[in-house]
């Protein structure tokens, strides 16, 4: 069983930027790729990064490559998503999520955190 809780959501003007963190409990988290995915209201879930297991490798949704960084820090059982230069189409709900297969694919995330709230004003 892994426990995810987000943080670092918030409001922030059009290109700005955000940092967000998702810390796991247990002792397993360097056994699972991690990934972030958003929901828009209205909109279903989509993959918005992924790191394998070590971090070494990642992989952006077109909307965000180049504009965010997903990195990990398996000793601190933390994943964080740094965000640049937002837009308001970047306003969601951003989930953290913890998968045993090296996927970006939903349906393979076992765990999820509760989410949290990022507001991109114009």
């Known amino acids: 069983q892994v426990q995810l809780v987000e943080s670092g959501g918030g409001l922030v003007q059009a290109g700005g930027s955000l940092r967000l963190s998702c810390v796991a409990s247990?002792?397993?988290?360097?056994?699972?790729?991690m990934g972030w995915f958003r929901q828009a209201p209205g909109k279903e879930r989509e993959f918005v990064a992924y790191?394998?297991?070590?971090?070494?490798?990642?992989y952006y949704s077109d909307s965000v490559k180049g504009r965010c960084t997903i990195s990990r820090d398996n000793a601190k059982t933390t994943v964080y998503l740094q965000m640049n230069s937002l837009k308001p189409e970047d306003t969601a709900v951003y989930y953290c999520?913890?998968?045993?297969?090296?996927?970006?694919?939903?349906?393979?995330?076992?765990?999820w955190g509760q989410g949290t709230q990022v507001t991109v004003s114009s």
């Open positions: 999520a913890a998968s045993p297969k090296s996927t970006y694919w939903q349906a393979e995330y076992d765990y």
């Open positions: 790191a394998s297991r070590n971090g070494a490798v990642t």
């Open positions: 247990g002792r397993t988290f360097s056994s699972y790729a």
